[in-house]
């Protein structure tokens, strides 16, 4: 006890040391801001620019509503978040940049309904960058125990990005005690994320990829009519 | 508020400044009648249920701020000794009450920016910039309700029990186990849903039985979800199609909204200008902040009557003077 | 000129594969349709409806190769330009949930003028006078999932007017509506073809309705236009052909039948609607007289029948009562729904105290306005909700399938094999024929061609309680060898319907329980699953279905709720039901009501006057 006392005092003791100002904090908060807002509407942007078909739009609108009902419908057991495995499934087959945009704006569209606040944006970029990172991985993912690393470990990084917020909470940026306060908060809800998603990636993958597969094929190879069977199995 | 038409973008600014000030601000007089006046706000707006469901989350959060951070933090000149030579430090008491209080501000405000502002209105300010993301956005939230009714037909639909109805209760009950026995496992044969893996770890895991049973609910819940998605996605191919019969992408979009600035607008805008002016000088001259550590410098005889106090005040006052105003024509 | 040319028009589809399909979806179509008329597109699943409609339209034209050329207004198709094309020609699908794109009415109505580019002005300009004219300013600003499926139909048509349109496609827009809002949603069209002049060319199966008042009719089949005239001589025209015979309204049926008979009748316009058919049934007024009282004392007798019937049902309605004390009901029903309560919210019972036996070799149908409850009714009857007073018993061992509204919901697989599978290993019937099934067998089975999987041993030789087919016979009484390998969601809706339902079977279930299965179904289909149906039940299987077509509930079966206000209103034979209806009931008993009021099918009305 004696010995984590002290170096937890030893610790905010040279944090106190080194800021006092409240503007420098400020400051952070309103650039950390900026430089989301900024990075949120650069990717959106260039999605945009790129002109996608009606087809795109929409699968990108239906995916975004699939996650975030995954997680309205559980709202109960917060812990235990569907979108999450939805949005990983989106970066691995879709690719990065759709895995960032149906991550984000299903932060985004659930704070629609749950509440805005800033810690949308913050799980905007979670989100996000769990959608971006399993687009950027995607080879991997035929391994299981890859997956299983990959959903735990995302269950934890998810929960760390969204508590950057602390910084808001504390007049001082480097002040310790609010962002071990949201860990501590934090630490079964992450864990029981993680397992959650590792669960469902290693037992739901391969049917999710077929599905998404077959849609991404059929939305994309064009105006097929529906009376006319396309044999797309994989 | 229905009788007063505010352009989303003055709201924007409005709530934003808010919120900075929510962090600003350390001195207690300012603190409590920042959370005064929100609270007067937030009644007048009518409490919503996301107000309730996220206190749930924060306030666990802030007395678990309150507790630790003198636990945690030991700097400050007034010590407090609890026992032998463990002590919290006044100052970290009062850092984590105010701490807990500009955090409790925040979702404050933001709650009645909720209120204030709808997702069309918010929507508009994005639509001239991110046409095609707004128009996901609308079309996600079209989608929501749908999925959700959807994904309760499969739902039902899971109940069904096949086999073993339970029959006639008074004569029901016997000789289910043996039939249980010999049933073929469905799952086993399901090429959709893995869960043989084989490896002694997995076998141990399933053979206890509350393991066991979660696999069998987290089955079940794929199963749901699996068909809810694949439906859902098949579906929305005609959405593309309609879309595109009606005309999108053929040209650059316009909006049937628009929000023009009004009488109401102006005035807003010069009462935030001329009050965060005067803010801010008093900001600068120290008004509204205290220092904490190393020793708290606040004294309750300080009384906060000046300009910036003030200000301060009338800064926060708009919407709650509307809300009223509101009031009093209805009931004319 | 005509406003819409179609000159020697061929269309294939492309494969998978980017090869050209050797069928041609639509042959050497010459067509031409001119200002304000109305065109209804007539024939079986398959047959290139949907193909034509599509390639009226730029935006949504299929892959494929095409030859010769459709002109709208002097110009080919495809080089209408963009803003002309969205414009001018709307389109409409079938299913009225998946075409709405945003989640309030007046943002789907402002949608497709958003996407032309208009003035946010002239936007409000159109849609206040669009509201004013369906007078739907009760709706405007309510959530669409808070419409109903009539209202969400209405909507999209809203959507499509708007633009100012001077064709109108309709794909089958009210095979998912139930009648009422079927009517509701033809008279509309109906008006804005008479009023506006608006050219109209719809698709769609149960014609009874529309034939009074359309232009022309076009029948297609395998991509042929086999027939194209106006209503009246169509009628004539199609009357020996085996499967167009069944597109014509129930009117004209009978007075083809009779014309045979009473020649002073051909003289005569066809009819189209019951009014017509009345006064033509007028000209011969005399000599119905005498058919209907030649067989006098039949004729008497089923007219005291039909009373004495009628006196039973409100005596047998009393004793009801007392059953429901005494509790001392048919002892062998195998399904027993005792005083139950249910309602989706407090305060709003859906069902009040309903008490209902199903019997082993029943046929029921359940019938009544929409929103009544039947949905309800069956899947408290199956046990997927749970009443919140009362209690449904089961007769020890009965197995239930039950085959929701929409067939999609069944599927989970890639492929119609699999599907099949997934219910055999659920019924347990490898296991009670003592077949030894592994995970061995099963990959096995998967990898059999498609006739090697039909005639498979280990299929073949399971044995049903309720049906004699085995696993082959059933595939091929439905028809579906051809799907096993098709991934289910690439099936058309008939076919989507006869799986599952041969799913069902397979689970080895002795009730049947099916949720509207001939919503959207042609004319074709629907006797076909109107033979299937007879048939299982005469094998042993007892089917409890709902249904909104009327004619289907009389033709085949035997017994028939009628919900209403919360509770079984009416429990009868469907025949005297709608003996005693004079609204609710088929078009055959309306037509000849004032003759022999008994008669509510068309083969009973032919053997009663001897017509065929």
Redesign the interface.
Known sequence: MSAMDQM??NM??SG?GIV?S?LF??TM??FLILFLVGLF?AI??M??QKK????S??????L???A???R??L?SI?AVN?ASF?IIMVGVVFGKEEGF?VGA?TA??SG???????WVLFQMLAWGLMGASAGFLASRFDN?GFRIVFGLLWGFLYGWITDISAI????TALE???I???Y??GVSYDLTHGVTNA??L???????K???T??KV??LS????????????? | MELTSIHPAVYLLYYFIMVLFAFIFSDPYFVVTFLVLILVLISLQGISSELKNIMKLFIPLSILIMILNPLLNRTGAHKIYLWSNFFITYEAIAYGILMSLALLIVILVFSSYNRSVNYQEMLYIFSKKLPIISMIIVMALRFIPLINSRAIEVQKLNNLKVNGIDFDDEESDETDGSVDSKKLDVDEFNSNINTDYNSKFVDKLKSNKRIAAIIKEAKTLGKIMGITVSWSLEESMFTAKSMKARGYNATERTSYLSYKFGNADYALIMLIAITVGIIIVGLLKGVGMINIYPSIDFSFSNLPFNIYYLAFIVFLLPLIYLEIKERVLWRN | MALIEFKDFSFSYLNSDGSESQTKSLDSINLEIDYGDFVLLCGPSGCGKTTLLTNLKKELMPAGRRSGEIKFNGTRIQDLDDLSSACDIGYLFQNPDSQIVTDTVIQEIAFPLENIGLPTEEIRNRISEIVAFFGINDILHKNVNELSGGQKQLVNLCSLLVLRPEVLLLDEPMSQLDPIASYEFLSIVRRLNEEFSITVIMSEHKADSIFPFIDKAVFLKEGKIEFVDNAHNICSEVIDDEIFENYLPVVTKIYNSLSVKHPSLIKLNTPLSIREGRRCLNTIHDDLIKISDGADNFDNSSSTNLHHTSKKYHSEEKSGILDKISFSRNKDALIRMNGIYFAYEKENLILKNVDFDLNDGDFVSLIGGNGVGKSTFLQLLVGILKPIKGKVKYKKGVRLAYVHQNPMIHFSKDNVREEFLESIIESNLLNVNAVDFSKESYEKLLKLSNEEFIESDILNSLKFDNIKFKFKELIEFFGISDLIDKHPYDCSGGEQQKIVIVKALLQNADVLVLDEPTKGLDPISSKALAEILNSLRDNGLTILMTSHDLDFVANNCKRCLMLFDRDIQIDDDPKVIFAENNFYTTFVNRMVKDYVPEIVTLDDLKSKWDLD
Do not use: C, H
């Open positions: 937890l005092s905010t003791a106190n006092n409240q904090s400020i908060i309103i509407y959106f942007k999605y945009e996608p078909p009606v087809e739009i929409v699968l990108i609108a239906v975004t509503a699939l975030t009902v995954g309205i419908i709202m917060p569907l939805i945009i704006l985004f569209v629609l309904f749950m509440g805005m606040g800033y299981v808001f909470y504390s007049g310790i005690t609010p071990i306060a949201l501590l908060n669960v469902l290693v037992v739901l993958y391969d049917w999710f077929k599905m998404f077959r849609a059929k939305y064009g105006n097929q009519s529906e009376s006319e069977s396309i044999s797309l199995s994989d």
